[in-house]
């Protein structure tokens, strides 16, 4: 599976995004979004997953401000983001995987990752 994140680019604080993830094929159940601020660790922003049922979850610091989506038939994940702050300024990756679920928000567990695509949100 070969991920491609894109729509990542310059916007002013308050203002919104989406981020683009198209996927070659759907063979994964965990479709994330984590972040990379600069100098930092790389972490969780939101994931779909779906075993017995579909589950969404959202990092606390994005909670009310980013939606997580997934076109099935379009093999798309998309992240629309929201009142944007300048904290939200980091790299973004989407990723794929089979987690379990005590591991959905970690990167060890998801397998594959796409290029990432810069969002800088300016004061």
């Known amino acids: 599976v070969q991920l491609q994140a894109s729509g990542g680019g310059l916007v002013q604080a308050g203002g919104s995004l989406r981020l683009t993830c198209a996927a070659s094929e759907r063979t994964f159940r965990s479709y994330g979004w984590f972040r990379q601020p600069p100098g930092k660790e790389r972490e969780f922003v939101a994931a779909i997953v779906s075993y017995s049922s579909r589950k969404i979850y959202y990092g606390d610091s994005v909670k009310g401000r980013f939606t997580i989506s997934r076109d099935n038939a379009k093999n798309t994940l998309y992240l629309e983001m929201t009142s944007l702050k300048p904290e939200d300024t980091a790299v973004y990756f989407c990723?794929?995987?089979?987690?379990?679920?005590?591991?959905?928000?970690?990167?060890?567990?998801?397998?594959?990752w796409g290029q990432g695509t810069q969002v800088t949100v300016s004061s």
């Open positions: 990723a794929a995987g089979n987690p379990i679920i005590t591991y959905v928000s970690a990167t060890e567990g998801y397998s594959t």
